[in-house]
């Protein structure tokens, strides 16, 4: 791969003001290019919130396409080793769709929550969580 076009990519990113924390450019299977913009840096924890939704949902889609899932599966059938002893009913339903579509039914960001109740599974402590019903904001739920 020519340093040309690496060069070209990032003076592009940079005319059309895109605001780039990290950069990595692999080829082959091998890293070929590496960098970062001030004040992020390899050893820098950075987090992606909404972004693993998308590696989620692609994953997901591969998954159910291979039919080796279904949007109508039940999550305590899907992962059941992750599923505490005393879910609720509500949670006994909740369904593959239901995560992606977000309407698990917390009505508040609940990761500190899951995080509490079983800090060695973050599955099973989302599923711990309390839930009010599957209506609920937008944007809300164990990440």
Known sequence: MSSRSITALLDR????????????VVRHGHVVA??????????????????TKS????????AIADGLLSLDDRVVDVL???????ISEQGRRLTVHHL???TAGHRTDSLAEAWRLEP??????????????????????CR
Do not use: N, Q
């Not at 970062?36 to 950075?46: F, G, L, V």
């Not at 590696?55 to 591969?62: E, H, K």
């Not at 059941?80 to 005393?86: E, K, L, M, Q, R």
């Not at 969580?129 to 209506?135: A, D, F, L, Q």
């Open 13 to 24: 990113l940079e005319a059309l003001s895109v605001e780039c924390h990290s950069i990595m």
């Open 34 to 51: 590496e960098g970062w913009w001030a004040p992020y840096s390899a050893e820098r924890p950075h987090f992606l919130y909404s972004l």
């Open 55 to 62: 590696f989620t949902s692609v994953a997901v889609g591969l």
């Open 80 to 86: 059941p080793d992750h599923v505490p002893d005393d």
């Open 100 to 102: 992606l579509s977000m």
């Open 120 to 141: 060695g599974d973050l599955v099973k402590g989302c599923r711990s969580t309390p839930t009010r019903g599957r209506r609920r904001r937008r944007g809300t739920s």
